[in-house]
């Protein structure tokens, strides 16, 4: 069973991965060759001697690669206007591939009726420059990945003879690529975290002063990754990024027991370009009231209407609904769903609407795109893919798993430190011909409401994230988690802010149930976990108008809010200042 999730996180900073990294010394410390980063250096140069070898052996290792990703980060996380912790570290992550077989079998063939393990193996690496201490452990890394694929190929041979296999299971196992090679600055973070540690603590205070809210959070991240690849191929990468992102969570209890969360966060590259005061305490302000409203908002029954999405929460639709099911890799597997295996050339969105997924777009409009990233994670440059246009599919989002119409990557393997990679999506991109401004949508809306006889249509503002099964053995649904919801009535009463639905729905029958779509573009930055782990992404969409949109009564806890107001708010409280 699958079941993919797109969230607002914080930045995962694989702690857990690369905590305890040795450090080495070495007298005697070879230089590198001229150009080369020292890691570069000593994965080529292993590279090298290994492929020599395991090339002859029986069976052969026909493919190697060796990923190094050197991560620094600082973390600054404060709640209720107190400090809870600030940390910096560094640390390497050493991830070993060795295929043994050939492109068109190996020993990552899935097997019929078995879950395919979705981890990597791996190993913390030195962080010091020491090209015969980083040789020696890639050498150790190899030679377990080499033993393993030979245990697996050997399941793999045995399958083939005794298992049916099927249609897109005649693909290929993995696709040859044209070697690349770039060689990138590495990038650096450099912290100062007494500010950043002053700025949680009155961020957090400003949320405590209002009685509604139990819990608040601040939390800043700064994330510099330097990732070096080299494979028998022939691609050779060295390339950076950087990324700072605050994010402000606040959650209350409605009186009926319901959880209220909100949530804001900014993403930037450049730190010239952090959030001032002024603009991050306006959000707070505006959490606040959210979250104060939300409190006394009613419940709202389960419906089926018109509905309209602002840009944010399209995006996340689209992201949920299409998106991981146009993932290359789910096209092959005989236990996902395979909604739109065989519908390449097929009309499967009203025909104004297109799609693409395009990982090398830095920013739109001045606002950062978190899904940019210049090489995949099996070192193929990231390109943009055109899915849908003009409502028709396309083609998949494509990793080195190819099918046996596509096959080659179009540079969306993807995984988290740990993961093995998988087609991904990075920035996924809604355009659409058939745009109104936002007033001629409202009225939009409110003629489907007289003429499907409803009492209110559904305006949903703001959204935490969603997920959706894939998988045959499950629903073919997904669900989709609205913040902000609004009743709008046909009758001119003023909307009405309601609470406790979630979106569901199949998707073969609600994308045709867009009828038009704003005239300007919103972007939801999040990070999306699926099989390969946690990844971030962009989704960019303009305000979708729904026909017919189902809600589903949003789970809720049954516990009470506490009994005493906070503190700083209890009237008969003694010494309070």
Not at 41 to 47: D, G, N, R, S
Not at 245 to 270: C, H, T
Not at 428 to 456: H, W
Request: glycine share 6%; charged share 25%.
């Amino acid at each position: 069973m699958m079941k993919s999730k797109y969230r607002r996180s914080t930045i995962l900073t694989a702690t857990a991965l690369l905590a305890m990294a040795c450090t080495c010394y070495a007298a005697n410390r070879p230089s590198q060759k001229d150009g080369d980063p020292a890691v570069l250096t000593a994965m080529q140069e292993e590279l090298n001697r290994s492929f020599a070898t395991l090339s002859k052996a029986d069976p052969p290792a026909y493919f190697i690669s060796y990923t190094i990703s050197d991560r620094q980060y600082a973390d600054v996380s404060g709640s209720n206007g107190a400090l809870l912790s600030s940390t910096a570290d560094r640390g390497r992550w050493l991830e070993t591939q060795t295929r043994v077989g050939s492109y068109q079998l190996d020993d990552t063939h899935k097997l019929p009726n078995q879950q395919p393990s979705w981890t990597s193996p791996g190993a913390s690496a030195t962080l010091d420059d020491d090209i015969p201490v980083l040789r020696r452990e890639i050498w150790r890394e190899t030679d377990q990945q080499y033993r393993a694929a030979v245990q697996a190929l050997i399941k793999v041979k045995t399958s083939q003879e005794v298992q049916v296999q099927t249609a897109e299971g005649a693909a290929a196992d993995f696709s040859h690529e044209e070697p690349h090679t770039y060689l990138g600055p590495r990038v650096e973070i450099n912290v100062d975290r007494k500010p950043w540690e002053e700025r949680v603590r009155r961020y957090t205070a400003a949320f405590s002063k209002s009685p509604a809210v139990l819990n608040s959070i601040a939390t800043f991240t700064a994330l510099a990754t330097n990732q070096y690849q080299v494979n028998t191929e022939g691609t050779k990468l060295a390339f950076g990024q950087i990324h700072y992102r605050l994010e402000l969570f606040v959650q209350s209890k409605a009186p009926d027991g319901m959880d209220i969360e909100r949530y804001a966060n900014f993403d930037w590259l450049d730190p010239k370009d952090a959030p001032d005061d002024k603009t991050v305490f306006a959000s707070i302000h505006k959490l606040i009231e959210e979250t104060e409203a939300l409190d006394k908002a009613p419940l709202v029954d389960p419906y089926a209407g018109p509905a309209l999405l602002t840009g944010r929460a399209a995006a996340v639709y689209f992201h949920e609904v299409f998106g991981h099911r146009a993932e290359g890799f789910r096209q092959k597997d005989i236990n996902e769903g395979q909604t739109f295996t065989s519908k390449i050339g097929q009309q499967i969105f009203p025909s104004f609407i297109s799609i693409k997924d395009d990982p090398t777009e830095k920013s739109l409009d001045g606002q950062m795109l978190l899904g940019y990233y210049p090489y995949d994670d099996e070192g193929v440059p990231a390109q943009d893919v055109h899915l849908v246009d003009n409502g028709v599919l396309k083609t998949f989002l494509m990793s080195r798993s190819p099918l046996i119409n596509i096959p080659h990557s179009n540079g969306h393997g993807r995984r988290q430190l740990g993961y093995a990679p998988v087609a991904r999506q990075g920035n996924l991109i809604v355009t659409s011909t058939n745009t109104m401004t936002d007033a001629q949508l409202r009225a939009k809306l409110i003629e489907l409401i007289k003429q499907q006889g409803k009492p209110f249509g559904l305006l949903i503002d703001d959204i935490a994230g969603g997920f959706t099964f894939t998988g045959r053995g499950n629903p073919q649904a997904f669900q989709v988690q609205p913040l902000v919801v609004y009743k709008v009535f046909a009758d001119g009463r003023p909307d009405e802010l309601v609470r406790g639905v979630d979106i569901v729905g199949t998707p073969l029958v609600s994308l045709t149930k867009i009828v038009a779509t704003g005239d300007k573009e919103e972007i939801f930055n999040g990070y999306c976990g699926a099989e390969s782990g946690s990844v971030p992404v962009s989704a960019v969409a303009p305000a979708m108008l729904i026909s017919e949109m189902e809600v589903q009564k949003k789970e809720t806890s049954t516990d009470r809010p506490p009994i005493l107001p906070p503190p700083a708010h209890d009237p008969d409280a003694k010494g309070q200042q």
